[in-house]
């Protein structure tokens, strides 16, 4: 029998969440590697011959290295779903094209803008967010608003691993840009609806709370100085 896929991540880290919610959604269970950003784990020589780039999370699923959440979330969804169910991510090219699209959508507006805000009070000792940043932060969730307008979930009326990218990143998000319910009607339930299954608290909250933690807990510091 194959050993567990190795899943290199850090569980503060919302793509790595993405991830984990994936894995869970599958029912894979992963062999899980801590890697320290702060402390430069990302950077060694071991870790470039995995992933060049130096970004987690990576796979390593018995020797196939995977690089890039979405692409992750793509290859365990391709890999591991059970027979006759590709719900997560549909084979039908059309439904695929969409389910690509939004996590393009995140991986291109979305998580950039939430890195704006949180990386420069992790790494550069910023004291304070900037109100254009969290501004801009919150013009991302219109255009997640307007795909919800045909069904639950961002690719229609079921679950797909759009919506466990960027729920990974919403839920960051929200924590330092308040997702307005007036105007954003749709996206509130949306938040709502994926809290509401059975692996987030484990595969997403955690970590949330941990990187929100960290976040105002420095902010807070610095603040006072």
Excluded at 81 to 91: E, F, Q, V
């Amino acid at each position: 029998m194959s050993a567990k896929p190795i899943l290199y991540y850090a569980p503060r880290s919302p793509p790595c969440r993405a991830v984990l919610l994936t894995a869970a959604a599958l029912g894979l269970e992963l062999d899980l590697r801590l890697v320290n950003v702060k402390g430069g784990e990302h950077k060694s020589a071991e870790f470039l011959k995995l992933n060049a780039q130096h970004t987690i999370p990576v796979l390593d699923d018995n020797g196939t290295i995977v690089s890039d959440s979405h692409i992750i979330c793509a290859y365990l969804a391709d890999k591991y779903a059970p027979a006759g169910d590709d719900s997560l991510y549909p084979k039908d090219a059309v439904q695929r094209r969409l389910v690509d699209a939004r996590l393009y959508y995140d991986c291109g507006h979305l998580f950039p803008r939430i890195r704006f805000i949180v990386e420069p009070v992790i790494y550069f000792g910023v004291g304070e967010v900037p109100a254009d940043r969290v501004a801009y932060l919150q013009k991302a969730y219109d255009g997640l608003e307007h795909c919800l307008a045909s069904g639950d979930y961002l690719v229609g009326d079921k679950l797909t691993i759009a919506d466990l990218s960027c729920i990974a990143s919403v839920s960051t998000a929200e924590a330092f840009a308040p997702i307005e319910a007036e105007q954003f009607p749709r996206l509130v339930e949306w938040v709502k609806r994926i809290q509401a299954l059975p692996y987030y608290q484990k595969s997403n909250q955690e970590g949330l709370d941990m990187l929100v933690g960290l976040v105002k807990g420095l902010l807070a510091e610095r603040q006072q100085k």
